[in-house]
């Protein structure tokens, strides 16, 4: 742990990789758990919104404007908090990440008690609590800004995985963080579905876990780099000391 905990590229690809696994679980636990609506792939719930305004499929129009409203304001207020942060890893970064755990925390409240489906006094504001917990998510993870790893859609990585590919653009590429970020969002998305046949709250505790484990591992990262930088400074401040 140490020598990732060195290696700050290294150490935040893992991260945010392991983030793309936490939103794979919130949106499996979201989308079969609350009526068919994606609280962290805003795309699919863009799609999912205007089918269900056309009246067919039965699909649902409210719960996905609801996570959309939290996911945009999530994100905004993610952007609010970094405002001219530094780049990288910052301790903004960790507390927004810890405030998503919280707010997954007081998401699984409502819900234990209850079982599926909820009723939408419980429904919508869980779902506007994952959708605001996500874009807080996404907001750092724009910010910590690890290439190809964006932890809450993977269209983009596909098509940079696809494209740079030997059979498409043949060009050298990062594929295996690519790969892992695709794959990482899907075995996400297979134990979130698993856990909700045990409990709603079960796969929230668990992406709630997973970002406070994030948080930590990246503040604790981002002081171990902050103290070989200043080390570093030491070493190569040529002023002479005096007694």
């Known amino acids: 742990m140490r020598?990732?905990?060195t290696d700050t590229e290294r150490l935040h690809v893992v991260l945010m990789l392991t983030l793309c696994f936490a939103t794979g679980v919130v949106d499996a636990v979201g989308y079969l758990g609350l009526d068919r609506v994606f609280t962290a792939n805003m795309t699919g719930n863009v799609v999912v919104l205007a089918m269900g305004l056309t009246g067919n499929g039965n699909l649902p129009i409210v719960g996905p404007i609801v996570a959309l409203a939290g996911f945009v304001v999530g994100a905004?207020?993610?952007g609010r908090v970094l405002r001219g942060a530094a780049a990288g890893w910052t301790g903004r970064d960790t507390a927004l990440l810890g405030v998503a755990a919280v707010l997954l925390v007081i998401a699984v409240i409502p819900t234990v008690s209850a079982d599926?489906?909820?009723p939408t006094a419980?429904?919508?504001?869980v779902t506007g609590l994952l959708g605001l917990a996500m874009g807080m998510q996404g907001g750092a993870a724009r910010h910590?800004?690890?290439?190809?790893v964006p932890t809450v859609v993977v269209t983009s990585t596909l098509i940079g995985l696809s494209f740079d590919s030997?059979?498409?653009r043949r060009v050298q590429q990062r594929w295996p963080?690519?790969?892992l970020a695709v794959g990482l969002l899907g075995v996400g998305a297979v134990v979130g579905a698993a856990l909700l046949l045990l409990h709603f709250w079960v796969g929230l505790s668990v992406a709630a876990l997973v970002l406070v484990a994030v948080a930590a591992v990246g503040y604790a990262g981002q002081r171990v780099?902050?103290?070989a930088a200043a080390a570093d400074a030491a070493r190569s401040d040529p002023s002479p000391r005096t007694s």
Do not use: F, M, N, Q
């Open 225 to 227: 780099a902050g103290s």
């Open 122 to 125: 419980v429904g919508l504001p």
């Open 144 to 148: 910590i800004a690890v290439a190809d």
């Open 76 to 78: 905004t207020v993610a």
């Open 116 to 118: 599926a489906p909820y």
């Open 166 to 168: 030997w059979l498409g």
């Open 3 to 5: 020598r990732l905990l």
């Open 177 to 179: 963080r690519r790969l």
